[in-house]
């Protein structure tokens, strides 16, 4: 069955660390694949997304993912984190049925 | 603006009680999805429609029901063989295709079953 994984429930960071979030998914053949964050009381954003092409992909507010098809990962990833970057994050993927599946998301607390 | 609304923003019921959720969107979103987030495990999906009157089981549909008259509305239906209603529910929205857009997410509705 399709589905994706996020290893890590809750990071704790000071300002300034480095950020990788990890996220694996199962799905076989063409996948698309996507990072949501949740601030704390507002809804769910985007902030980026793989469908094809260049496999590091850059999106909003300095973060990227790379996208490695033989370690079926799409790692999140931000070089200086900041104390507003507090968050809920969800990895995701779809295949071509359109049937998205979400990660059970990683809570990120940075410490300023 | 364009986007998805839900109300109401809190819902409470009694226990054996039905209760539908609303959900609309203004975007002209062929496919919209409805998700289930429980603290821990992230979003679970509990049905999804990709046209009207069509619709698909997601993982946890069971006690649920949805319907698409219109391609701007989407209500999700919490019935009372529902085990553990109680949750944060999301809807959201995409185009379809070969080269989906990501999903956009309404604010959410809280439901409290007492």
Sequence with gaps: AQSVSQHNHHVILSEAASLELGCNYSYGGTVNLFWYVQYPGQHLQLLLKYFSGDPLVKGIKGFEAEFIKSKFSFNLRKPSVQWSDTAEYFCAGRANNNDMRFGAGTRLTVKP | ?114
């Excluded at chain 2, 999700?76 to 553990?84: C, D, E, R």
Aim: charged share 20%; proline share 5%; net charge neutral.
């Design chain 2, 1 to 114: 603006d364009g986007g998805i609304t839900q109300s109401p923003k809190y819902l409470f019921r009694k226990e054996g009680q039905n209760v539908t959720l609303s959900c609309e969107q203004n975007l002209n979103h062929d496919a919209m999805y409805w998700y289930r987030q429980d603290p821990g495990q992230g979003l679970r999906l509990i049905y999804y429609s990709q046209i009207v009157n069509d619709f698909q089981k997601g993982d946890i549909a069971e006690g649920y029901s949805v319907s698409r008259e219109k391609k701007e509305s989407f209500p999700l239906t919490v019935t009372s063989a529902q085990k553990n209603p109680t949750a944060f529910y999301l809807c959201a929205s995409s185009t379809t295709g070969t080269s989906p857009l990501a999903q956009y997410f309404g604010p959410g509705t809280r439901l409290t079953v007492l």
